[in-house]
């Protein structure tokens, strides 16, 4: 069967890093590090490629950011900004082509018609998208755009010709194209699947095209191996839909709020936002994880369970028992961090088969909690979130600042932290 380009990828070169130099003409041409929190302590979750030139990467903490790179300038990160610039930029892509599905705060994706799978008619389109970026949205920001025979090789060909990069794989060209790739550099494949790969003796993209599909169902140990197999010689297969398993949020804190009494309200703002997003998710945890990092480089978790809930108030309580309960109530903290596990669907619930008198008696404030929260979702959602909280949260505002997940990008009008 004759394969054809049907996936382009837009992906936008040091996005964070950009949208700060783009604020502040001062900052472009210089090595830029972003940083969740003014702290030396902290790591860049973003760095300019003039910083990435000397070896300034993504986790790199801010203290080893400056020896690497004397001169960098650390900016603290501005989420709602780049929320607010990645909305235009999807505007600009859409002025070009219709983007199927957004992956990330930087990654997008389009479905080729079948008109437009030509590789000069793909180039011509891809010139018109960096384009539009650079007149609807700055010409200091920049995107790189691939093209492919399917949505994997679309994205790997947008890193290929990074920054400000346009390039096409096309079918015929597979797959010698990837050969000089290193194994890393290929979605999927991290450090644990490289020591697999390197076991079965396989050490590079070249020897990795080549093995054979059971080869690689060993290695991954499942389906993935053949997915694999198959979206490197260019064929389209389905999306994979998998089931979210956790929703949680942490924050490593500025230095004058590494007491348990400042720690505290940032911790139940954390577990706000997973509530949130539970509820928006239209799912029920059963779980509650609270993590703590101490100063003195200690880590401790603990898990309390409940029946299925989305209650912010009951989980709110369950956090104070496990707080209660944490050791050493006096150490300073360096990090805090919810996680809500066991999720479901409501319509798999099942009510607990050994309800007590106490508990048919909750169910009127079960309803009331509903309620409650279904209403203060709807008013922080329209007017912010500093409108009406509850007062856990006190003094936490400028303490657990806005933070972008990779598989969810907030709109606009609903997360000005």
Same mark, same amino acid.
């Given at each position: 069967?004759?394969?054809?380009?049907?996936?382009?990828?837009?992906?936008?070169?040091?996005?964070?890093?950009?949208?700060?130099?783009?604020?502040?003409?001062?900052?472009?041409?210089?090595?830029?590090?972003?940083?969740?929190?003014?702290?030396?302590?902290?790591?860049?979750?973003? =760095? !300019?490629?003039?910083? #990435?030139?000397? @070896?300034?990467?993504?986790?790199?903490?801010?203290?080893?950011?400056? +020896? *690497?790179? %004397?001169?960098?300038?650390?900016?603290?990160?501005?989420?709602?900004?780049?929320?607010?610039?990645?909305?235009?930029?999807?505007?600009?892509?859409?002025?070009?082509?219709?983007?199927?599905?957004?992956?990330?705060?930087?990654?997008?994706?389009?479905?080729?018609?079948?008109?437009?799978?030509?590789?000069?008619?793909?180039?011509?389109?891809?010139?018109?998208?960096?384009?539009?970026?650079?007149?609807?949205?700055?010409?200091?920001?920049?995107?790189?755009?691939?093209?492919?025979?399917?949505?994997?090789?679309?994205?790997? =060909? !947008?890193?290929?010709? #990074?920054?400000? @990069?346009?390039?096409?794989?096309?079918?015929?060209?597979?797959?010698? +194209? *990837?050969? %000089?790739?290193?194994?890393?550099?290929?979605?999927?494949?991290?450090?644990?699947?490289?020591?697999?790969?390197?076991?079965?003796?396989?050490?590079?993209?070249?020897?990795?095209?080549?093995?054979?599909?059971?080869?690689?169902?060993?290695?991954?140990?499942?389906?993935?191996?053949?997915?694999?197999?198959?979206?490197?010689?260019?064929?389209?297969?389905?999306?994979?839909?998998?089931?979210?398993?956790?929703?949680?949020?942490?924050?490593?804190?500025?230095?004058?709020?590494?007491?348990?009494?400042?720690?505290?309200?940032?911790?139940?703002?954390?577990?706000?936002?997973?509530?949130?997003?539970?509820?928006?998710?239209?799912?029920?945890?059963?779980? *509650?994880?609270?993590?703590?990092?101490?100063?003195?480089?200690?880590?401790?978790?603990?898990?309390?369970?409940?029946?299925?809930?989305?209650?912010?108030?009951?989980?709110?309580?369950?956090?104070?028992?496990?707080?209660?309960?944490?050791?050493?109530?006096?150490?300073?903290?360096?990090?805090?961090?919810?996680?809500?596990?066991?999720?479901?669907?409501?319509?798999?619930?099942?009510?607990?088969?050994?309800?007590?008198?106490?508990?048919?008696?909750?169910?009127?404030?079960?309803?009331?909690?509903?309620?409650?929260?279904?209403?203060?979702?709807?008013?922080?959602?329209?007017?912010?979130?500093?409108?009406?909280?509850?007062?856990?949260?006190?003094?936490?505002?400028?303490?657990?600042?806005?933070?972008?997940?990779?598989?969810?990008?907030?709109?606009?009008?609903?997360?000005?932290?």
């Amino acid at each position: 069967m004759e394969r054809s380009l049907t996936a382009l990828f837009v992906d936008c070169d040091s996005f964070f890093a950009s949208v700060e130099q783009h604020l502040d003409p001062s900052l472009r041409g210089r090595p830029v590090g972003v940083a969740p929190v003014m702290a030396e302590s902290s790591c860049c979750i973003a =760095a !300019s490629y003039e910083a #990435k030139a000397c @070896g300034v990467k993504t986790g790199t903490r801010i203290s080893d950011a400056r +020896i *690497l790179c %004397p001169g960098i300038a650390i900016v603290e990160s501005k989420p709602p900004e780049y929320i607010r610039y990645h909305h235009r930029v999807i505007e600009a892509v859409e002025d070009c082509i219709h983007v199927e599905a957004v992956l990330s705060i930087d990654e997008m994706w389009a479905w080729l018609p079948y008109n437009l799978r030509e590789p000069s008619t793909v180039e011509n389109l891809g010139r018109k998208i960096k384009e539009s970026v650079t007149r609807n949205v700055s010409p200091v920001i920049k995107v790189s755009v691939g093209a492919g025979p399917n949505k994997f090789l679309a994205k790997m =060909a !947008s890193k290929m010709r #990074k920054p400000d @990069g346009l390039f096409i794989i096309e079918p015929r060209d597979l797959p010698e +194209i *990837l050969h %000089p790739l290193a194994l890393r550099d290929l979605t999927g494949i991290a450090r644990s699947m490289e020591a697999r790969l390197h076991a079965a003796g396989i050490h590079t993209v070249e020897s990795l095209c080549a093995a054979s599909k059971p080869v690689l169902h060993r290695v991954w140990g499942g389906v993935m191996g053949d997915r694999l197999w198959h979206l490197l010689r260019g064929d389209e297969i389905p999306d994979l839909v998998s089931a979210r398993k956790s929703i949680g949020h942490s924050h490593v804190l500025p230095p004058d709020c590494r007491t348990p009494d400042r720690a505290w309200p940032v911790l139940c703002k954390l577990l706000h936002k997973a509530c949130e997003r539970l509820r928006s998710h239209g799912l029920l945890t059963g779980a *509650l994880t609270m993590q703590l990092s101490f100063l003195q480089g200690v880590s401790w978790a603990s898990e309390a369970r409940i029946d299925e809930s989305d209650s912010t108030l009951e989980l709110i309580r369950l956090l104070d028992r496990l707080w209660r309960d944490r050791p050493e109530p006096n150490c300073r903290i360096l990090q805090v961090g919810v996680v809500l596990t066991r999720l479901c669907d409501p319509g798999n619930h099942t009510p607990s088969l050994f309800q007590t008198v106490s508990d048919t008696m909750a169910s009127p404030n079960q309803e009331k909690h509903k309620r409650l929260d279904t209403t203060l979702d709807k008013l922080r959602a329209r007017y912010g979130r500093h409108v009406v909280y509850y007062g856990s949260v006190q003094d936490s505002r400028d303490n657990a600042p806005m933070r972008i997940s990779f598989t969810h990008v907030p709109d606009i009008d609903v997360e000005q932290d």
